[in-house]
């Protein structure tokens, strides 16, 4: 049982390029997250998703681009990578009561703007 | 506005000690009440949920208290071990029908020393 799968765990972009992280949960999840961790600032939510074909703005949505074509995968992009978007990403998911259901991680994927 | 703090913003202690992480809040309505444990490197797991009905839960050698009427929870861990070291996150819940987000705290960095 993978659970909540990331790729890349590891990236280096140089500024102006871009780039698409790939979140996959096999849990047949309706919710997904997309969450960026800073030290000192803990997990802030970039965007997110109540089901296929739906998106939504989280707190911090600038810069970044969602799409969730199939139920089980949520993508994050990066059209023109800054030095203010290295960090941590996580993705999340969790069942049909989304507001009380338990959130599952992935392992993170650890972006480097150069 | 919702918010969720959480104190100490770090904490060291020496292995076999107990210690008790706090957590505020001022979300409503409140649904539930999840601390999450985070290693380094790792994407973030749950430990324990409290609802509105539940005062106390324990996992293990961690106990969850929760006053709903202060709004206010601890996360008690008895007789440290190394493996304790994370960082331990509050997030905090709303109703269904209402905002899909939970709301999380900063988290509380805990190093536990031989």
């Known amino acids: 049982n993978a659970g909540v799968t990331q790729t890349p765990k590891f990236r280096v972009l140089k500024t102006g390029q871009s780039m698409t992280l790939l979140c996959a949960q096999d849990?047949?999840?309706?919710?997904m997250y997309w969450y960026r961790q800073d030290p000192g600032m803990g997990l802030r939510l970039i965007h997110y998703?109540?089901?296929?074909?739906?998106?939504a703005k989280g707190e911090v949505p600038d810069g970044y681009n969602v799409s969730r074509l199939k139920k089980q995968n949520f993508l994050l992009g990066l059209e023109s990578a800054a030095p203010s978007q290295t960090s941590v990403y996580f993705c999340?998911?969790?069942?049909?009561?989304?507001?009380?259901?338990?959130?599952?991680f992935g392992e993170g994927s650890r972006l480097t703007v150069l | 506005k919702n918010q969720v703090e959480q104190s100490p913003q770090s904490l060291i202690i020496l292995e076999g000690k107990n210690c008790t992480l706090q957590?505020?809040?001022?979300?409503?309505?409140?649904?539930?009440l999840r601390w999450y444990k985070q290693d380094t490197g790792r994407g973030p797991v749950s430990l324990t949920i409290m609802t509105f009905s539940e005062n106390t839960k324990s996992n293990g050698r961690y106990t969850a208290t929760l006053d709903a009427d202060t709004k206010q929870s601890s996360l008690h861990i008895t007789a440290s071990q190394l493996s304790d070291s994370a960082s331990y996150i509050c997030?905090?819940?709303?109703?269904?029908?209402?905002?899909?987000?939970?709301?999380f705290g900063r988290g509380t960095s805990l190093i536990v020393h031989p």
């Open positions: 999340a998911s969790s069942s049909g009561r989304a507001s009380t259901g338990e959130l599952f």
């Open positions: 849990m047949n999840h309706e919710y």
């Open positions: 957590c505020n809040y001022t979300v409503s309505p409140f649904s539930n």
């Open positions: 998703s109540v089901g296929e074909g739906t998106t």
């Open positions: 997030v905090v819940s709303r109703p269904p029908g209402g905002s899909y987000i939970p709301t």
